[in-house]
């Protein structure tokens, strides 16, 4: 069956794709996929101008909070996956066109886990100063993010890969690295989690702060529903990754559609939009060059950024958004 299938695909030419197995969300269609994704694109352009028009206001106010554009920049990638996707539907023999959406849907993503792990720390800080801020933790960090840029840059040119290439041993190979790389972005997920069940369940240290605005009980709530719902799709699509392939005429319920729109762009909606009604910039918001223990409650929100030095604004590169 298997070289059937290659001596098949070996006809057409590189890249190569198989109709015969199984795939989350399957192949896209004109019918069933385009007005699903018309509707998702509309929900990510709304959301785009929602982070990016707090983000310029906010600017404008002199109030620092990266946060509001990474999440605009996010929108906007999701906005491309989409675009690729309704193309993908209406071309269904351009398989360079499958290959760009499934490398935006699985891509971008990457700026919801950066956000929440960085909410999750500024929370873990200020609740216990001195573990928040101890310098081996500090040094992990942009560890963290090194191995987190390396797996998605695997994960990319393996996923490319597979589709240039009727080698078993390179898609073997290609597939165990695209494994490897997804099951780092569920551990870079599971860092928020331990960080939010230390926040929550350990006695809060004598000099714990607060910072931006309302308590820090609203800041667990809605760090606590972000850290569920990205989890949720990490574990996702881990879990898929590594499930043996099922062929197209029985595919399993996590390939389905509904699986796929709702799991892996439903819950993402649910995060960034709840960001915004709760306005996660001014709730989490931190003094500019915040790098040791008492810097969150040194300035309020409504205090000028300008009010500390140039050197201290660029003090620490982990509290910059």
Same mark, same amino acid.
């Given at each position: 069956?298997?070289?059937?299938?290659?001596?098949?695909?070996?006809?057409?030419? #590189?890249?190569?794709?198989?109709?015969?197995?199984?795939?989350? &969300?399957?192949?896209?269609?004109?019918?069933?996929?385009?007005?699903?994704?018309?509707?998702?694109?509309?929900?990510?352009?709304?959301?785009?101008?929602?982070?990016?028009?707090?983000?310029?206001?906010?600017?404008?106010?002199?109030?620092?909070?990266?946060?509001?554009?990474?999440?605009?920049?996010?929108?906007?990638?999701?906005?491309?996956?989409?675009?690729?996707?309704?193309?993908?539907?209406?071309?269904?023999?351009?398989?360079?066109?499958?290959?760009?959406?499934?490398?935006?849907?699985?891509?971008?993503?990457?700026?919801?886990?950066?956000?929440?792990?960085?909410?999750?720390?500024?929370?873990?800080?200020?609740?216990?100063?001195?573990?928040?801020?101890?310098?081996?933790?500090?040094?992990?960090? #942009?560890?963290?993010?090194?191995?987190?840029?390396?797996?998605?840059?695997?994960?990319?040119?393996?996923?490319?890969?597979?589709?240039?290439?009727?080698?078993?041993?390179?898609?073997?190979?290609?597939?165990?690295?695209?494994?490897?790389?997804?099951?780092?972005?569920?551990?870079?997920?599971?860092?928020?989690?331990?960080?939010?069940?230390?926040?929550?369940?350990?006695?809060?240290?004598?000099?714990?702060?607060?910072?931006?605005?309302?308590?820090?009980?609203?800041?667990?709530?809605?760090?606590?529903?972000?850290?569920?719902?990205?989890?949720?799709?990490?574990?996702?699509?881990? &879990?898929?990754?590594?499930?043996?392939?099922?062929?197209?005429?029985?595919?399993?319920?996590?390939?389905?559609?509904?699986?796929?729109?709702?799991?892996?762009?439903?819950?993402?909606?649910?995060?960034?939009?709840?960001?915004?009604?709760?306005?996660?910039?001014?709730?989490?918001?931190?003094?500019?060059?915040?790098?040791? #223990? &008492?810097?969150?409650?040194?300035?309020?929100?409504?205090?000028?950024?300008?009010?500390?030095? #140039?050197?201290?604004?660029?003090?620490?590169?982990?509290?910059?958004?």
């Amino acid at each position: 069956m298997t070289i059937t299938l290659q001596a098949r695909e070996a006809s057409h030419g #590189p890249p190569y794709v198989s109709y015969s197995v199984a795939s989350i &969300g399957g192949h896209a269609t004109i019918h069933q996929d385009i007005p699903v994704c018309a509707v998702l694109l509309l929900v990510y352009i709304v959301g785009a101008i929602g982070n990016m028009s707090i983000y310029r206001l906010n600017r404008r106010k002199g109030h620092k909070f990266l946060m509001s554009w990474a999440m605009f920049g996010f929108c906007m990638s999701r906005v491309g996956t989409f675009v690729l996707r309704i193309a993908s539907a209406t071309r269904p023999g351009n398989v360079r066109l499958a290959i760009a959406a499934l490398i935006f849907s699985n891509t971008g993503v990457l700026v919801i886990y950066i956000v929440v792990l960085l909410l999750a720390l500024r929370v873990f800080r200020a609740t216990h100063p001195a573990l928040g801020w101890n310098r081996s933790l500090g040094k992990a960090l #942009p560890i963290a993010y090194g191995l987190l840029l390396g797996a998605i840059l695997l994960v990319i040119a393996f996923t490319i890969l597979s589709f240039y290439t009727l080698n078993p041993t390179l898609r073997t190979v290609a597939l165990w690295v695209q494994r490897a790389a997804i099951l780092y972005l569920l551990i870079f997920n599971i860092m928020s989690l331990v960080l939010l069940l230390l926040s929550s369940l350990l006695p809060r240290a004598p000099d714990n702060e607060n910072f931006g605005t309302g308590s820090m009980d609203s800041k667990l709530i809605i760090l606590g529903i972000a850290v569920f719902f990205s989890n949720f799709i990490a574990a996702f699509r881990t &879990g898929t990754s590594w499930a043996a392939a099922r062929p197209a005429s029985n595919p399993a319920w996590y390939d389905s559609k509904a699986a796929f729109y709702v799991i892996l762009f439903g819950f993402e909606i649910i995060i960034n939009y709840m960001f915004l009604f709760t306005r996660f910039d001014k709730r989490f918001w931190v003094p500019n060059g915040s790098n040791k #223990p &008492g810097d969150y409650s040194q300035f309020g929100l409504d205090d000028s950024t300008a009010s500390k030095t #140039p050197e201290e604004d660029k003090a620490s590169v982990q509290d910059a958004v």
